[in-house]
């Protein structure tokens, strides 16, 4: 790839690092979600090793205990290193998150490779998210596990490219690798069940290659996840082989956390309903600190039109676009759809049993979810050059995208420093 191709990732990098110091100096320290929990699971592993068990205490502290191991065993030498420093552990989480971007560009190359405006405005997107910035500045375990996310769906779309000679061993090894970092990252397996059987449709024996395929990914996985299940098993019976079971007894015993049964009671099937998309789509945007600070109501009322005109111009580019699109790249499309929907669907699931309407749980589809605003501004400008000779001439979609990046970032700003700051600091 020619430098000049790649200096927009490289810009977009740089912005983030720089917006995410402006918001890791301006959170205060134990203001993002669960932050306290989350260090005390570092802690417990650096000075006990791993892992710790999710059990009664006084007080309900440890309730992190239950998480996948991975982004605490990569923190904890950090933390020995610096005697628990708290600002330590955030500046890796930050720049973890770098990752998520690196992983989305190389997504858009791989399913766009001719269309770089698409991984600016994708990428640019996944940077500037004022809410995703407002969590990577806090110690959790979400960064890493963005990271990963776009990583496997990376990997699933270079190997669905023609000719792709991707060892299904690798997709297997990230796969397995999510499996131990965060429970949300579990419905991405579908995405990649997907993509197996889309790439061995086009084979000579599809079944024998399905068979291969999913063989070779699902040993690969399960031999990285293996060793955590089985220890949960032993440690919390069988089969709550994720500490699920043994969480939510808890959860309901000593946290206090609502549940669905009890929001439903309270405020009727609708009122729970309209709270799971109300709060989930505003927190996915930006609801900082602790969920306790919104942004402005006419921020989201702003969003929620540009919503809605995003549905309309990615309709548009869809269908206007789709018998243009190679077999690869619908199959991508097709992939990337799946991980949407599981993702969605594990969110609502979960949110049938306790009230967690925060839309960062969205984030593991943080791609298809950025493609679909990035494709709804496009299909506008679509429409006008087809339509407009002076649209043809003066709109270009690389300046489209650069400009919808740019103004993530002033977003971002926005939030900062009118939301932010003069109410959390």
Same mark, same amino acid.
């Given at each position: 790839?020619?430098?000049?191709?790649?200096?927009?990732?490289?810009?977009?990098?740089?912005?983030?690092?720089?917006?995410?110091?402006?918001?890791?100096?301006?959170?205060?320290?134990?203001?993002?979600?669960?932050?306290?929990?989350?260090?005390?699971?570092?802690?417990?592993?650096?000075?006990?090793?791993?892992?710790?068990?999710?059990?009664?205490?006084?007080?309900?502290?440890?309730?992190?205990?239950?998480?996948?191991?991975?982004?605490?065993?990569?923190?904890?030498?950090?933390?020995?290193?610096?005697?628990?420093?708290?600002?330590?552990?955030?500046?890796?989480?930050?720049?973890?998150?770098?990752?998520?971007?690196?992983?989305?560009?190389?997504?858009?190359?791989?399913?766009?490779?001719?269309?770089?405006?698409?991984?600016?405005?994708?990428?640019?997107?996944?940077?500037?998210?004022?809410? #995703?910035?407002? !969590? &990577?500045? %806090?110690?959790?375990?979400?960064?890493?596990?963005?990271?990963?996310? $776009?990583?496997? @769906? +990376? =990997?699933?779309?270079?190997?669905?490219?023609?000719?792709?000679?991707?060892?299904?061993?690798?997709?297997?090894?990230?796969?397995?690798?999510?499996?131990?970092?965060?429970?949300?990252?579990?419905?991405?397996?579908?995405?990649?069940?997907?993509?197996?059987?889309?790439?061995?449709?086009?084979?000579?024996?599809?079944?024998?290659?399905?068979?291969?395929?999913?063989?070779?990914?699902?040993?690969?996985?399960?031999?990285?996840?293996?060793?955590?299940?089985? #220890?949960?098993? !032993? &440690?919390? %019976?069988?089969?709550?082989?994720?500490?699920?079971?043994?969480?939510? $007894?808890?959860? @309901? +015993? =000593?946290?206090?956390?609502?549940?669905?049964?009890?929001?439903?009671?309270?405020?009727?099937?609708?009122?729970?309903?309209?709270?799971?998309?109300?709060?989930?789509?505003?927190?996915?945007?930006?609801?900082?600190?602790?969920?306790?600070?919104?942004?402005?109501?006419?921020?989201?009322?702003?969003?929620?039109?540009?919503?809605?005109?995003?549905?309309?111009?990615?309709?548009?580019?869809?269908?206007?676009?789709?018998?243009?699109?190679?077999?690869?790249? #619908?199959?991508?499309?097709?992939?990337?759809?799946?991980?949407?929907?599981?993702?969605?669907?594990?969110?609502?699931?979960?949110?049938?049993?306790?009230?967690?309407?925060?839309?960062?749980?969205?984030?593991?589809?943080?791609?298809?979810?950025?493609?679909?605003?990035?494709?709804?501004?496009?299909?506008?400008?679509?429409?006008?050059?087809?339509?407009?000779?002076?649209?043809?001439?003066?709109?270009?979609?690389?300046?489209?995208?650069?400009?919808?990046?740019?103004?993530?970032?002033?977003?971002?700003?926005?939030?900062?420093?009118?939301?932010?700051?003069?109410?959390?600091?």
């Amino acid at each position: 790839m020619p430098r000049r191709a790649i200096l927009p990732l490289w810009l977009i990098v740089a912005g983030y690092l720089v917006l995410g110091g402006l918001y890791w100096r301006a959170t205060p320290h134990g203001r993002t979600p669960d932050e306290r929990e989350h260090v005390r699971t570092i802690e417990q592993i650096a000075q006990e090793g791993c892992c710790p068990v999710l059990e009664v205490r006084p007080t309900w502290t440890d309730y992190e205990d239950h998480q996948p191991p991975l982004y605490y065993l990569l923190l904890a030498p950090i933390y020995r290193a610096t005697d628990g420093d708290l600002d330590a552990l955030r500046a890796a989480t930050l720049l973890i998150g770098v990752g998520a971007l690196f992983g989305a560009w190389s997504a858009m190359r791989a399913l766009f490779p001719d269309q770089l405006w698409v991984a600016i405005g994708v990428t640019g997107f996944v940077a500037f998210l004022p809410q #995703r910035l407002g !969590m &990577v500045v %806090g110690v959790n375990n979400d960064a890493l596990a963005e990271s990963l996310a $776009a990583a496997l @769906l +990376a =990997l699933c779309l270079w190997w669905l490219r023609p000719n792709s000679r991707l060892a299904p061993i690798w997709i297997g090894g990230v796969l397995g690798i999510c499996l131990v970092t965060k429970l949300t990252l579990y419905p991405l397996a579908a995405a990649v069940g997907a993509a197996l059987l889309l790439r061995a449709r086009r084979a000579e024996r599809p079944w024998r290659a399905a068979l291969s395929g999913g063989l070779t990914i699902g040993v690969s996985a399960a031999l990285i996840g293996a060793p955590f299940w089985l #220890r949960n098993v !032993m &440690v919390y %019976g069988f089969p709550d082989f994720l500490a699920q079971q043994r969480h939510d $007894a808890l959860a @309901l +015993a =000593l946290s206090g956390q609502p549940t669905a049964e009890e929001w439903i009671a309270e405020r009727g099937v609708t009122g729970w309903l309209e709270d799971l998309l109300g709060t989930t789509f505003q927190s996915f945007w930006g609801q900082f600190g602790e969920m306790a600070v919104p942004m402005h109501p006419f921020t989201y009322h702003v969003l929620h039109v540009l919503t809605g005109l995003a549905v309309v111009g990615a309709l548009y580019a869809l269908f206007s676009r789709w018998g243009k699109l190679s077999p690869p790249q #619908r199959d991508g499309l097709i992939v990337l759809g799946v991980a949407l929907l599981g993702v969605a669907g594990a969110f609502f699931y979960y949110n049938l049993k306790f009230v967690q309407f925060q839309g960062r749980y969205l984030y593991p589809a943080l791609i298809p979810i950025a493609l679909f605003y990035v494709s709804g501004a496009a299909g506008f400008a679509l429409f006008l050059r087809a339509r407009l000779t002076l649209a043809r001439r003066l709109l270009s979609l690389t300046a489209l995208s650069a400009a919808l990046s740019l103004a993530m970032l002033v977003f971002a700003l926005y939030a900062l420093y009118r939301v932010l700051i003069p109410f959390l600091v």
